[in-house]
C-alpha cells in the first residue's frame, strides 16, 4: 500500500486481557519497527526487525511483550495479560534500506490501546 | 527508556512569528531528524541531517546537526495555522543492526489567533 497500516486503530482490554495489534509495512520496506507512545510523551522504542530477524527488543518493557515478522511483511505485536500501565498509542514505522538516505522512517497512525 | 531533552516544552505563538526550539543529548548521534505530530496520527519526517555541522532547509523550516553531535535545532519562519502540532527531535546511531530512534519529549506549538 501508499503507507503504513495498523489496526485495530482503537483497542480496549479489560486487565488481564492477551491483544494483538497488527502493522502491515510498505510494500518491500526491509525494516519494521515498533515504538510505545504514552499520554504526553514522545515515542519510545520497543523492537525491530530487518526482514524476518529481530534484531533487537532491548525495548520491551516485560516478557508480557512479544512482536514477531514471521514472513518479513506484515508484523503483529502481542501483549498478554495487559496491565493498566500498557496504555499508550503503539506505532509502527518501516523504511527500506538502499532510499534511508532520503525517506527515513514511514509511521503509521497508530493503534490506541487503552487497558481498563 | 531514555528521551532527549527538548526545549521549550510548549510555545504560544502569534501567526507570522518565528519559532525557535532545540533538542539536546548526553549521547552522540550520527543523524537528527525532525518530525512533526498531529492529533490521531503517526510522526511525519520534516527535515532529516546526516552530518555534523550541517544545516539544511524544508521551505519555511532549517534544521541545523550540532558541531559535537549532541544537539540540533528547528526553526520555522513566518508561522502559519497549520504549523500547529507536537515537534519532536530524534536521533540515530545509523548502523547496519542498530536502526532505533531516541525520541525528543516533544514541543507543543499553539498559535494565538
Known amino acids: 500500500g501508499a503507507g503504513v497500516s495498523q489496526s485495530p486503530r482503537y483497542k480496549v482490554a479489560k486487565r488481564g486481557q492477551d491483544v494483538a495489534l497488527r502493522c502491515d509495512p510498505i510494500?518491500?520496506?526491509?525494516?519494521l519497527f515498533w515504538y510505545q507512545q504514552a499520554l504526553g510523551q514522545g515515542p519510545e522504542f520497543l523492537t525491530y526487525?530487518?526482514?524476518?530477524?529481530?534484531?533487537?527488543k532491548s525495548g520491551l518493557p516485560s516478557d508480557r511483550f512479544f512482536a514477531e515478522r514471521p514472513e518479513g511483511s506484515v508484523s503483529t505485536l502481542k501483549i498478554q495479560r495487559t496491565q493498566q500501565e500498557d496504555s499508550a498509542v503503539y506505532l509502527c514505522?518501516?523504511?527500506?534500506?538502499?532510499?534511508?538516505?532520503?525517506?527515513?522512517?514511514?509511521f503509521g497512525s497508530g493503534t490506541r490501546l487503552t487497558v481498563v | 527508556g531514555q528521551q532527549l531533552n527538548q526545549s521549550p516544552q510548549s510555545m504560544f505563538i502569534q501567526e507570522g512569528e518565528d519559532v525557535s526550539m532545540n533538542c539536546t543529548s548526553s549521547?552522540?548521534?550520527?543523524?537528527w531528524l525532525w518530525y512533526k505530530q498531529e492529533p490521531g496520527e503517526g510522526p511525519v519526517l520534516l527535515i532529516a541531517?546526516?552530518?555534523?555541522?550541517e544545516l539544511t532547509s524544508n521551505g519555511r523550516l532549517t534544521a541545523q546537526f550540532g558541531i559535537t553531535r549532541k544537539d540540533s535545532f528547528l526553526n520555522i519562519s513566518a508561522s502559519i495555522p497549520s504549523d500547529v502540532g507536537i515537534y519532536f527531535c530524534?536521533?540515530?546511531?545509523?548502523?547496519?543492526?542498530?536502526?532505533?530512534?531516541?525520541f525528543g519529549t516533544g514541543t507543543r506549538l499553539t498559535i494565538i489567533p
Open positions: 514505522a518501516s523504511r527500506a534500506w538502499e532510499t534511508r538516505v532520503l525517506y527515513g522512517y514511514t
Open positions: 510494500s518491500g520496506h526491509v525494516s
Open positions: 526487525f530487518q526482514n524476518e530477524a529481530q534484531l533487537d
Open positions: 549521547s552522540i548521534f550520527n543523524t
Open positions: 541531517l546526516y552530518k555534523a555541522g
Open positions: 530524534a536521533g540515530e546511531i545509523s548502523n547496519f543492526g542498530n536502526e532505533k530512534l531516541t
